[in-house]
């Protein structure tokens, strides 16, 4: 299984609606594909887990990369794993995750991780975990749920 985040800038003219249609299609062929994950957006910037068959994973992030609601996409990381770290949702959304803004900027700019990214990180993966009480965490979609 492979498991890859990355971060994009979002096209300033995006919107609620246009954020609501991108993560119900995002649920939709997850779900088929048999991917999870997880994706946050700040106003600004994207970020997004994606994890599964690594075959799926590339599928869809070359989909991805082709979307005009983003552009800039930067992988931050990527690895193989055993286990999914969001394993109950094709794909949860979170519009408040706020307190990150300069780290999601720095990384959409292409810099690599640093010690001052791990906060950011580490509450980004929380999100998974933090969802397992069934209300699927503050300002999440959670619909989506295995």
């Known amino acids: 299984m492979l498991s890859v985040i990355y971060v994009s800038v979002a096209d300033p003219l995006i919107g609620t609606e246009d954020i609501a249609a991108l993560v119900g ?30 075959d799926k994973v590339e599928a869809c992030l070359g989909a ?14 990527r690895r193989p794993v055993d286990g999914r770290d969001f394993a109950e949702w094709s794909m949860l959304y979170s519009g408040d995750f706020h307190g990150h803004d300069d780290a999601l900027h720095r990384l959409a700019a292409g810099a690599g991780l640093d010690p001052q990214d791990e906060r950011m990180m580490s509450n980004f993966m929380a999100l998974g975990r933090r969802g397992g009480d069934g209300d699927g965490g503050s300002g999440c979609i959670d619909g989506a749920r295995r």
Request: aromatic letters at 4%.
């Open 25 to 54: 299609d995002a649920q939709r062929n997850n779900a088929r594909d048999g991917l999870t994950g997880a994706l946050i957006y700040n106003g600004h910037n994207f970020m997004q887990l994606l994890e599964g068959p690594a």
């Open 64 to 77: 991805i990369r082709g979307d005009a609601r983003h552009s800039g996409m930067v992988e931050i990381r």
